[in-house]
């Protein structure tokens, strides 16, 4: 009897949520769905805080769910969902060298302003001035947010840079279509890999 009645108000709450969620004519102010915070759900079946924080709430998982269609990616629902959604945001800006601004932008530009309205954090402007301010890593350390770097050879200088997100797809912008995810797999990408690095975020 008293699971029926957790299970009623667990509906009931779904139920209410998805209604005060899709108000007809209700402006929506962000493009991807707005990352809920903890539910009470898992509280009501008798679940443990513990339980709670490891698995995603289900507003989580529909997030999660979204960015990875967007983005053509495989997520381990637990990436960073401002960077997630940033990167989204950023989706489609057409090149512009030297910019870094929503109307066009290059690779560094990219990079520096997804770092800034991400983690706050200010980079170096040019990819090869990033490189020597990273922490190196092996590339099959990479994590999501981590920068990645591109050159024509041994000896050439580092002419490329973009944000590693999962399943070897990083965010770049590239001088054929702007800003989009590409697959380091992709033999252009594989052949001109050259490292991996880190930034210090607090």
Request: glycine share 8%.
């Given at each position: 009897m008293k699971n029926s009645i957790l299970y009623c108000l667990a509906a009931a709450s779904l139920t209410l949520s998805f209604f005060f969620e899709h108000v007809p004519g209700a402006q929506r102010h962000q493009a991807a769905p707005v990352a809920a915070?903890?539910?009470l759900l898992p509280e009501?079946?008798?679940?443990s805080k513990t339980d709670a924080v490891t698995t995603p709430s289900y507003r989580d998982s529909l997030t999660y769910k979204y960015y990875s269609q967007t983005l053509g990616l495989k997520l381990a629902y637990r990436?960073?969902?401002d960077l997630l959604r940033t990167i989204t945001d950023w989706v489609g800006t057409p090149y512009r060298y030297g910019s870094n601004t929503r109307r066009g932008t290059d690779c560094s530009?990219?990079?520096t302003r997804v770092f800034k309205e991400v983690y706050g954090i200010t980079?170096?402007?040019s990819s090869r001035s990033m490189f020597q301010s990273v922490k190196h890593i092996?590339?099959?350390?990479?994590q999501a947010g981590d920068l990645v770097f591109f050159r024509r050879g041994p000896g050439q200088p580092i002419y490329h840079v973009g944000i590693y997100l999962s399943?070897?797809?990083f965010a770049h912008s590239a001088t054929n279509g702007g800003v989009m995810v590409s697959s380091l797999r992709q033999p252009y990408y594989?052949?001109?890999?050259?490292?991996a690095g880190r930034v210090a975020v607090d």
């Amino acid at each position: 009897m008293k699971n029926s009645i957790l299970y009623c108000l667990a509906a009931a709450s779904l139920t209410l949520s998805f209604f005060f969620e899709h108000v007809p004519g209700a402006q929506r102010h962000q493009a991807a769905p707005v990352a809920a915070e903890a539910s009470l759900l898992p509280e009501l079946l008798g679940e443990s805080k513990t339980d709670a924080v490891t698995t995603p709430s289900y507003r989580d998982s529909l997030t999660y769910k979204y960015y990875s269609q967007t983005l053509g990616l495989k997520l381990a629902y637990r990436e960073n969902q401002d960077l997630l959604r940033t990167i989204t945001d950023w989706v489609g800006t057409p090149y512009r060298y030297g910019s870094n601004t929503r109307r066009g932008t290059d690779c560094s530009g990219f990079v520096t302003r997804v770092f800034k309205e991400v983690y706050g954090i200010t980079l170096q402007r040019s990819s090869r001035s990033m490189f020597q301010s990273v922490k190196h890593i092996a590339k099959s350390e990479m994590q999501a947010g981590d920068l990645v770097f591109f050159r024509r050879g041994p000896g050439q200088p580092i002419y490329h840079v973009g944000i590693y997100l999962s399943d070897a797809k990083f965010a770049h912008s590239a001088t054929n279509g702007g800003v989009m995810v590409s697959s380091l797999r992709q033999p252009y990408y594989q052949r001109n890999f050259y490292a991996a690095g880190r930034v210090a975020v607090d």
